[in-house]
């Protein structure tokens, strides 16, 4: 049994098709094929229900794919572990970000790396969703808030500070709160990406901390739909300063209780578990550090 076919089952495994691992190998999908084939003539068993349209792991396939993403990783380790000796660095990186940074910047910012290292691809997925990196073969993820899973490396990048704002057309008509206390005759739109938080905003003053439990007339879990409710003069948001800082420059949208500490929230660089990083992930991790602080104002 050959090495090579149980890293080529483990990739089959976490791309879901014989396609994608042909093209990331630059091999076609009959030699995936023969070697997936080899394995189940040499371990006497079927790893894989195969249809035109989905592939699925048998009782076998699953205790076997456990392992084989060990070989899988521990390759990429020995490989990781010497790539540093090479100048040119090649290989792809897959990674998810979130919706607001990736507008923001973030998607410049890692075209601008791939410029800069053309061995490098990046595939970077927007989404607010807190996939399962191992399972969806992410290299990197920007995540932002308590991270809950363990296994997983966590490398800060900034602190995200959040706002209350709405717009002058809303002082006009229904005027302006002072104090926390003030918001509960108000019209509030709640922010509900976060699992928790959304209804209820925390403020704190001294070493006076409260909890206001808002209610209003719209919700979203998107920020943007959040900020142009808020230019619309719809009511008052609590957002990330980085989605509304550029309206609050402007005059469009007016900051509130500025008196008070708001919402602050950490932004990680997040990856499996590994004893040696590869050094583009490395070197990836410090551009997108870097495009945070050179934008510091924004959070």
């Known amino acids: 049994m050959l090495a ?18 042909a093209e990331v190998n630059n091999l076609t999908n009959s030699v995936i094929s023969k070697h997936i084939a080899r394995l189940e003539k040499e371990l006497g068993v079927q790893l894989l229900y195969r249809t035109t349209r989905s592939l699925t792991l048998t009782e ?27 100048e040119k660095m090649t290989g792809h990186i897959r990674m998810t970000v979130p919706t607001i940074s990736g507008e923001l910047f973030l998607a410049q910012c890692i075209a601008e790396f791939s410029q800069r290292n053309p061995g490098i691809s990046v ?12 399972k969806e073969g992410i ?6 808030g308590i991270l809950d899973d363990s296994s997983l490396i966590a490398q800060p990048l900034i602190t995200s500070h959040w706002v209350v704002c709405c717009s002058p057309k809303y002082i006009e008509l229904h005027g302006q709160p002072t104090i926390p206390d ?20 925390r403020f704190s003053q001294g070493n006076k901390e409260q909890s206001i439990k808002i209610s209003g007339s ?28 550029e309206d609050i420059q402007q005059g469009d949208l007016i900051e509130l209780l500025s008196d008070y500490k708001t919402r602050e929230l950490g932004v990680y660089a997040v990856y499996p578990f590994t004893k040696h990083l590869p050094n583009k992930v490395k070197l990836l991790i410090e551009h997108i550090k870097q495009g945070y602080e050179n934008l510091h104002h924004y959070f």
């Open 4 to 21: 090579n076919d149980l890293i080529l089952f483990s990739q089959v495994v976490n791309l879901g098709s014989f396609s994608k691992v």
């Open 60 to 86: 076998a396939g699953k205790i076997l794919a456990q392992r084989a993403k060990m070989v899988s990783q521990i390759t990429s380790e020995a490989i990781d572990s010497v790539s540093d000796f090479g």
């Open 123 to 134: 595939e970077v997925r927007l989404e607010n969703d807190f996939v399962d990196l191992v």
């Open 139 to 144: 290299d990197l993820a920007i995540r932002t």
């Open 182 to 201: 003030d918001l509960l005759q108000h019209n509030c739109l709640a922010y509900t990406y976060q699992r928790q938080g959304g209804y209820e905003w």
């Open 218 to 245: 719209f919700a979203t879990n998107n920020s943007q739909a959040l900020r142009k409710a808020a230019l619309g003069g719809y009511g008052i948001a609590y957002i990330p300063k980085c989605s509304v800082y």
